[in-house]
T-cell receptor, first 113, second 111 residues
């Protein structure tokens, strides 16, 4: 349960705000991920980092900006978001890449007003 | 076009009433199939990974099976605490793999 932590757990922001989501993994993994989960939709992969290098960016709008300073930490910087960006943002990690089992954090529930 | 389809979308069971959830996939080059459990407001919790047709894995009241086109999650004598959304994910193709999720099955078990 505490292998992957995320802060904050809840965030309400206006469309002109700038905020950041933080993820930390304590599993000794080398790959980290950001996902978006909206109601009635499958999890959408946003970004993949392997050994601190971004290896995938699935056409995510530039208002989302990831940062991976080391293999244990991952950030998602948010600016000028839209109401449709309201969702549960999940961080995950795996031992190496996407072929390995991913372990998820509890998520950040984001509401954009 | 859905590549991973879970059915049913929602399932209501009485405590002790066994049933199965389905995950069908149309991808080629399956590298692995994953089952997760997700409680409301929480992140998915890993349950099983299956790699080849015929493989089975069990954990308490749950048993996952895999064929060439689908996977089943069998729930034997469920309890109310088994209520959750169960997610299926498929990893396929490429050297890095591609992981895609189904929409999930919401299971409710009534006492």
């Amino acid at each position: 349960e505490t292998g992957v932590t995320q802060t904050p757990r809840h965030l309400v922001m206006g469309m002109t705000n700038k905020k950041s989501l933080k993820c930390e993994q304590h599993l000794g993994h080398n790959a980290m991920y950001w996902y978006k989960q909206s109601a009635k939709k499958p999890l959408e992969l946003m970004f993949v980092y392997s050994l601190e290098e971004r290896v995938e960016n699935n056409s995510v709008p530039s208002r989302f900006s990831p940062e991976c300073p080391n293999s244990s930490h991952l950030f998602l910087h948010l600016h000028t978001l839209q109401p449709e960006d309201s969702a549960l943002y999940l961080c995950a990690s795996s031992r190496t890449g996407q072929l390995d089992t991913q372990y998820f954090g509890p998520g950040t529930r984001l509401t954009v007003l | 076009e859905d590549q991973v389809t879970q059915s049913p979308e929602a399932l209501r069971l009485q405590e002790g009433e066994s049933s199965s959830l389905n995950c069908s996939y149309t991808v080629s080059g399956l590298r692995g199939l994953f089952w997760y459990r997700q409680d409301p407001g929480k992140g998915p919790e890993f349950l099983f990974t299956l790699y080849s047709a015929g493989e089975e894995k069990e954990k308490e009241r749950l048993k996952a099976t895999l064929t060439k086109k689908e996977s089943f999650l069998h729930i034997t004598a469920p309890k109310p605490e088994d209520s959750a959304t169960y997610l299926c994910a498929v990893n396929y193709g490429g050297s890095q793999g591609n992981l895609i999720f189904g929409k999930g099955t919401k299971l409710s078990v009534k006492p």
